[in-house]
């Protein structure tokens, strides 16, 4: 019953329908806010009558523009929008710089957080980051009760991850590409055996949460490693050939294989709806000029792997990944 009632409290936090009145309720907060401040201003401009006129501009024009950008980050930091906004927010317009120069270095593909252009070189390790982080941010959704069935129930829990030590990722200092590894662990029974084995090798590195201090040190700057990424619905391995940088013309060169994943689902992780906002040029905003294509496979699965990669993400020119709306094979 009680858990239930929670599940319903998430549901109502997620409908657009509720924000769409949250909005509405701050508009008319705002209103009553401007209505006030004009009684105050028409008292005070009974007594000064000049200098009440140009408060009450200068006072409408503040209340405004707050108002709206209020408004704004409510409407981005949602669904569709969520993961878009916390991508922005990753390499957002400094203070002193003006729009127009922002924009043009953005195209260009400059990072403002780091202050420098990275090249595609310098960009696969960052982007390695990012998508470990991604990995980290798909397993806290079980360590923290989201993930749910069709039905709406907790199909898993932290106490499943607990129990099969589970719900974590794994950077492995060996050389093995995709193929060398499912080669290596074969189609036998004591596959799980070698990649437990693996794991417990040296100078692994376990993360669980991106407030991890080895997670946050680490620049992923290794030559050769493997990734394994763990949690109770299976082990996806990203080999030392996982991953690659692509720029905006390799990219369109492979664009007609793959399909947009951006709709909303009713089971798993990442469930919600998740767009990128119409009409906008997203290169003049630092993205979409570098993406990182991503190759890997699930441990089990006995199909042949593919000769394309599974997924391609958007990059930020700093060489963060957006979570979602991604691109998935056809």
Not at 38 to 53: F, S
Not at 67 to 91: A, C, M, Q, V
Not at 193 to 198: C, I, P, Y
């Amino acid at each position: 019953m009680f858990n239930n009632i929670i599940v319903n409290i998430l549901l109502i936090f997620d409908d657009p329908i509720f924000w769409i009145v949250s909005i509405i309720l701050i508009i008319l907060l705002l209103l009553l806010c401007i209505a006030w401040i004009l009684n105050k201003v028409m008292d005070l401009g009974e007594a000064h009558p000049k200098p009440a006129k140009y408060s009450l501009i200068i006072l409408v024009l503040v209340s405004m523009v707050a108002g709206g950008f209020k408004i704004r980050d409510l409407y981005y930091e949602r669904p569709p929008y969520h993961f878009w906004s916390e991508l922005l927010k990753k390499n957002h317009k400094p203070f002193n710089v003006s729009q127009e120069e922002f924009e043009a270095k953005n195209r260009a593909g400059y990072c403002w957080r780091d202050r420098k252009y990275y090249s595609k070189k310098e960009l696969w390790h960052k982007a390695i980051k990012s998508l470990t982080g991604r990995m980290i941010y798909e397993n806290n959704l079980f360590w923290d009760n989201k993930v749910l069935d069709a039905e709406g129930k907790r199909s898993w829990t932290s106490a499943d991850c607990e129990r099969w030590n589970s719900c974590k990722v794994w950077r492995v200092p060996v050389s093995l590409t995709n193929q060398e590894f499912k080669a290596y662990i074969g189609d036998g029974e004591h596959y799980r055996e070698k990649v437990d084995g693996l794991k417990n090798a040296e100078n692994v590195q376990t993360y669980m949460y991106t407030s991890d201090k080895n997670y946050i040190n680490d620049e992923f700057q290794l030559k050769d490693f493997i990734l394994i990424h763990d949690n109770i619905e299976g082990t996806t391995i990203y080999g030392k050939n996982c991953c690659s940088i692509l720029n905006k013309t390799e990219w369109s060169v492979i664009r007609k294989n793959y399909n947009l994943y951006f709709v909303k689902s009713e089971i798993g992780t990442f469930v919600e709806e998740s767009k990128i906002p119409e009409d906008l040029n997203i290169n003049s905003w630092g993205i979409g000029n570098f993406y990182l294509s991503v190759t890997n496979f699930t441990i089990g699965d006995k199909r042949e792997l593919l000769d394309k990669p599974n997924n391609v993400f958007y990059l930020n020119n700093c060489g963060d990944i957006l979570y979602k709306p991604f691109y998935f094979t056809q």
